[in-house]
């Protein structure tokens, strides 16, 4: 059996098993554990081979051979000729540097997007369903937002390593996904690893001195870092419902060398008990909500493979609850500000309808960040003022 022969069955025995109840990345990485004896280049070849696969969306899904949708996979996301295509697919390989759309049409497709992505009709109304469904054969960028005037320092660094990389604005440098960029600017307190589309969020933060802000659903807390470089001079509380979470937010911040902040764990699912927080209120919320992560399925597009679509509904409740049970810890006059990584309309402006309806805030900004323009996620932010 040839090199590429043994690539393609590997892939194919890493999709026949892989049932996406983990992410693919956890998968796999798991399962070449198990193989000591593949080398990186190995892993690295039958790795892209399965995001390929994944990356169709649901184009082709009920093909019968597994290889043969790897192959048009491969075909489809690659631009520069490679050996595996030539050996599999010659006549493919000769058209690699076609568009997309040349592409598609070869593979008689005749470019419907409810047939990559079938979940179209409940997009955002804002969201360009072809161009979004497309970006899925597309690996998105990394990138990274720097801090501390440390851009200038941050490129010297990479132009040093070799790496090829461009710039956004004054503090945003655009990398290949696969940048190595810890062992590159080994001091994490120059820069944070942030979408492109997470940074624009921060147009809605308009942070004043001794305000007091909650980022209630904090995680790993991206965009409180973020609000403390605009403005460092807030009082900030960061809260999550998961112990493990806060812990890694504390070791974020620590690298970051942010300080002086508080953190609580909450459930707010249920309603806030004012002692919890002791009874204070709050003169801006940041509520990035727990959703489908649909925005960000370019790059883990085994979730677009394995989506149930009634998780949206679950999300919805869910993201319902949360933000009417922190309005009530909202100054008069205050903001909150409403953040998904969703491309769904249930989970972005019916939830915003919802809040205008039922809670007496009003929106004043904001809406979809269409990250599929420039190879990032896709989110929904929107700032809206409690009257």
């Known amino acids: 059996m040839t090199r590429w022969e043994n690539y393609l069955s590997t892939a194919e025995e890493i999709i026949l098993v892989y049932d996406g109840d983990v992410p693919l990345h956890h ?19 039958v790795s892209q081979l399965v995001y390929h696969y994944y990356r169709l969306g649901h184009l082709w899904k009920d093909e019968r051979q597994v290889t043969e949708r790897i192959l048009k996979g491969t075909f489809l996301c690659e631009f520069d000729k490679n050996e595996l295509l030539q050996f599999f697919r010659p006549e493919w390989n000769e058209k690699i540097q ?72 004054t503090d945003t440098i655009i990398l290949p996904n696969s940048t190595k960029i810890d062992s590159i600017i080994t001091d994490k307190s120059w820069y944070e690893i942030q979408d492109l589309s997470s940074q624009k969020v921060g147009a809605l933060f308009h942070p004043k001195a001794g305000e007091a802000w909650w980022d209630c659903c904090a995680a790993s807390g991206g965009k409180s870092i973020m609000l403390i470089d605009k403005q460092p001079n807030v009082k900030l509380l960061v809260s999550d419902v998961r112990a493990s979470i806060i812990q890694n ?121 269409p990250g599929y323009e420039g190879r990032a996620d896709s989110m929904f932010a929107v700032r809206l003022i409690k009257a």
């Open 249 to 369: 937010l504390h070791q974020r911040f620590k690298e970051a060398g942010i300080r002086g902040y508080e953190d609580v764990l909450l459930d707010l699912t249920a309603p806030v008990l004012p002692a919890t927080i002791s009874n204070r209120k709050f003169d801006q919320i940041i509520v990035d909500a727990p959703c489908t992560g649909s925005g960000t399925w370019a790059r883990s597009p085994e979730n677009l493979y394995y989506f149930n679509e009634e998780s949206i509904d679950t999300y919805q409740q869910l993201q319902k609850r949360i933000a009417a049970n922190v309005v009530p810890l909202l100054k008069q006059g205050g903001s909150l500000i409403y953040i998904t990584c969703s491309v769904f309309s249930k989970e972005n402006e019916d939830v915003v309808a919802f809040l205008e309806e039922t809670t007496g805030l009003t929106k004043q900004e904001g809406g979809i960040i």
């Open 27 to 45: 998968f796999l990485k798991g399962f070449f554990k198990q193989r000591p004896y593949m080398g990186s280049r190995d892993r690295r070849w």
């Open 98 to 169: 076609l568009s997309l759309g040349e592409k598609l049409t070869m593979l008689s497709f005749d470019g419907q997007p409810g047939d990559i992505f079938p979940f179209v009709s409940l997009l955002s109304k804002e969201i360009d369903a072809a161009a979004f469904a497309y970006s899925f054969f597309v690996q998105p960028y990394l990138f990274i937002r720097t801090r501390n005037n440390k851009q200038a320092a941050v490129m010297q660094l990479l132009q040093q390593a070799g790496i090829t990389f461009t710039t956004s604005g």
